[in-house]
């Protein structure tokens, strides 16, 4: 059985035993999860969540680019097409992790890596690519800066360790902005 074969049949499994047709198209905990596409770190697992609680968006990295900031905006739209507004009360988490390979990108591609973060090939050392701890606080710097985005976030940068499996908090839970800037 070859591997489309067998996700298909996970599939028939969910269908009958998982899954659940009253999920709604707002995450029931208002929250929005920023992570990397690398399969170590998948949100719904490392951070234990049911289906329907968060967004999850996963790039490369995990980084806020333009693309990213660009689906957030989207997001807002969809949002307020389903008679909810993103903002107040609602959670922003940049999971970064350990051992992520952007680094790779960065030693051996940065050409590359430099459009896709949206900065000059001779920006992308201010970025702390290889650094997942100064990497989170500078997405969450980015996101606090970006005026498109509602004030009222409470936005957050977690580090997750691949080694041990635990997440550390490095940028603690705070709003966007204050409500006057």
Not at 41 to 64: H, Q, Y
Not at 66 to 86: D, Y
Request: hydrophobic share 50%; with cysteine.
């Amino acid at each position: 059985m070859d591997f489309l074969e067998t996700i298909a049949a996970r599939n028939v499994d969910f269908a009958a035993h998982g899954f659940t047709p009253d999920l709604k198209i707002i995450p029931s905990r208002k929250t929005m999860i920023i992570g990397c596409v690398d399969p170590r770190v998948d949100p719904m697992d490392v951070l234990g969540l049911e289906p329907g609680e968060a967004v999850v968006i996963r790039n490369v990295g995990g980084r806020i680019n333009p693309a990213l900031l660009e689906t957030l905006t989207i997001l807002r739209t969809v949002s307020h097409a389903a008679g909810q507004e993103i903002g107040e009360g609602w959670t922003l988490i940049v999971l970064h992790h350990t051992d992520c390979g952007i680094k790779g990108c960065y030693h051996h591609a940065p050409e590359l890596l430099a459009p896709y973060m949206g900065v000059a090939l001779e920006a992308l050392d201010a970025l702390a690519i290889t650094d997942p701890y100064a990497a989170v606080a500078i997405d969450v710097a980015a996101l606090k800066a970006n005026p498109k985005l509602p004030a009222t976030f409470m936005v957050t940068g977690l580090v997750y360790d691949v080694a041990t499996g635990l997440i550390e908090t490095v940028v603690p839970p705070a709003p966007l902005r204050s409500l006057g800037a």
